[in-house]
């Protein structure tokens, strides 16, 4: 299969990152026979250092004339003190509402062999759960190109006051909480609206249109839970959860914390699909998707070889699965992951939480950097 990909390493230790998901890609590519055609394009902090603008109209046209783009993390202090519509931040912004990527994905499961990564207890991990295990797998569906992400925004005259507006049609609802649906009846057909419905009116319609979706969906048992609360029970009792599906700041503030108990953010892929997965616009039908780990640019340990790669190889797999129907490849990805990690190896962020835990046994565990970590995973696709 030919699969065009554009390639947006992006700043901090993206570039490092990615580097590593197109090494595990090409060996892909190479040993299931499909053609990866990797088109580089700027956007962010190195973007606006090499154009002036944050996402040049460049970057946008190779995006949608491919079938997936890969990223990698965009900012750092260096752009910080630009005004906002020339961050780097207005990149990945752009990119989003200009593919029209309105789903955004974000997995989140404790993978047994990072138990020890998590910081809760086993009873917390167990409560809920049906099988009464210390674990939970859930999926964050956070709608991606609307709400006060992209309502109007502005400052009174004076430079006293300033506002950001919630703004969401039944539209953009509709679309996402279909995405969601969708996603729900593929896992454990359960489906949870996370709102602020006793505050906002923009919460109140989310709920009035899934009244409404939830029909189509007989078999999804659908709840709804306030924002507040829900950041409560995600640490209190994860296996509550199966699917998420909520707006744009809350999906933003939620699928942070919900990446701390996996064991680390440095572990969690994310895909932004245009469309219902089977569907849409991209190859072979399927929706045109950006993939990039959840993590920032963490400019702190850019360019020093300690940066966890394995959500960017995550994010890579999620590609192969949606843009591409790959899903013998995708597995494979994932399982070659989980393989690295039972053999021990550990970044920084994600190493040092005890050993003789997670099947690891003790003294065992030894710390990797970005390539070692990386290289790991390509012996184990071999
Ligand atoms: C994320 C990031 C972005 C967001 C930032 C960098 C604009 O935090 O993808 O979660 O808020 O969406
Ligand atoms: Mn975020």
Known sequence: ?????????????????????????????????????????????????????????????????????????????????????????????????????FANLRPAALLPQLRAACPLKDEVLAAANPEGKPAFDLLIVRELTGGIYFGE???????????????????????????????????????????????LESSRLWREVAAGVEKDYPDIETSCL??????????????????IVTSNMFGDILSDEASVLTGSIGMLPSASLAGVPGRGNGAGGRPLGIYEPIHGSAPDIAGRDIANPLAAILSAAMMLRYSFGLETEAAALETAVGAALDRGLRTGDIAGHGAGSGGIAAGAEKIAGTREMGEAVLKALE
């Open 153 to 199: 925004r502005g400052r009174s005259a004076d430079g006293n006051s300033a506002f950001d507006i919630e703004k969401y049609s039944r539209h953009e609802i509709e679309r996402v909480l279909r995405v969601a649906y969708g996603a729900a009846a593929a896992r454990r057909k359960k489906l949870c609206l996370v709102d602020k419905a006793n505050v």
């Open 226 to 243: 306030y924002v507040d609360n829900c950041a409560m029970q995600l640490v209190r009792a994860p296996g509550l959860f199966d699917v």
């Open 1 to 101: 299969m030919d699969c065009s990909i554009t390639v947006i390493p992006g700043d901090g230790i993206g570039p490092e990152v990615i580097g590593e998901a197109l090494k595990a890609l090409k060996f892909i590519g190479k040993k299931y026979g499909h053609r990866f055609e990797f088109t580089e394009a700027l956007a962010g902090g190195r973007a606006i250092d090499e154009t002036g603008l944050p996402l040049p109209p460049e970057t946008l046209e190779t995006a949608k004339k491919s079938g997936a783009v890969l990223l990698g993390a965009m900012g750092g202090p260096r752009w910080d003190g630009l005004p906002g519509h020339l961050r780097p931040e207005r990149g990945l912004l752009g990119l989003r509402s200009g593919l029209g990527v």
